[in-house]
Every structure is written in structure tokens, then in C-alpha cells.
């Protein structure tokens, strides 16, 4: 019943940017914290950066002053733009609702020379 579809991922250079989002569906998100995580491979999945209802961002340290995390209530989707990626950055991004178990399909982000 839930949905959620990450879209924005690509290939990009170190220094580059890419701006991704997740529309949900099946929720009533206005009411729910978004999250953004990622996978490298061989890695476990790791939180990255959170919105609350209210709008409240936080972020893990290796991404403050990089990544901004957004959302528009109104269009049901939640942002992340990233600036100035780097190789630790590729990864599958992504987005979660927060207290629950839904996952998107994820979306693909490579940052190599």
C-alpha cells in the first residue's frame, strides 16, 4: 500500500552535484519524519540525514555542509540535494519513513574520475 519512489541518481565527477527525491504514497506524510539512507556495496545500510514533520533537518557528519534535505508537504516528496560529492558518497540512496519498515527501490549515485 505504501510507495515510495527515488529518482535523481546518476553518474557525476568528484565536486559535482546531484538532487535527488522520493514521492511517497499510501501515508499520511505530513505526519512522518523522512529519512535518507545508503548502501555501498559490501557495506550495511547507514542512516545519512532525517526531515521531521516540522521541518527539522539532521544530518551525519560526514555530510553537513554538503547535503540539504527538504520537503515539500504538498507534493507528498522529500529532497536531498548534494553538493560537492565525493567517491565515499556512491552509494544506493534511499528514502525511509520514519518508525516504519517501507524503502523505496532506491536510486543509483556514482561519483568517480
Known amino acids: 500500500q505504501v510507495q515510495l519512489v527515488e529518482s535523481g541518481g546518476g553518474s557525476v565527477q568528484p565536486g559535482g552535484s546531484l538532487r535527488l527525491a522520493c514521492v511517497a504514497s499510501?501515508?499520511?506524510?505530513?505526519?512522518?519524519?523522512m529519512a535518507w539512507y545508503r548502501q555501498a556495496p559490501g557495506k550495511q545500510r547507514e542512516w545519512v540525514t532525517e526531515?521531521?514533520?516540522?521541518?527539522?533537518?539532521m544530518y551525519r557528519d560526514s555530510v553537513k555542509g554538503r547535503f540539504t534535505i527538504s520537503r515539500d508537504n504538498a507534493k507528498n516528496t522529500v529532497y536531498l540535494q548534494m553538493d560537492d560529492l565525493q567517491p565515499e558518497d556512491t552509494a544506493v540512496y534511499y528514502c525511509?519513513?520514519?518508525?516504519?519498515?517501507?524503502w523505496g527501490q532506491g536510486t543509483q549515485v556514482t561519483v568517480s574520475s
Open positions: 499510501g501515508i499520511a506524510f505530513r505526519d512522518y519524519t
Open positions: 526531515i521531521t514533520s516540522d521541518g527539522s533537518p
Open positions: 525511509k519513513v520514519g518508525g516504519r519498515t517501507y
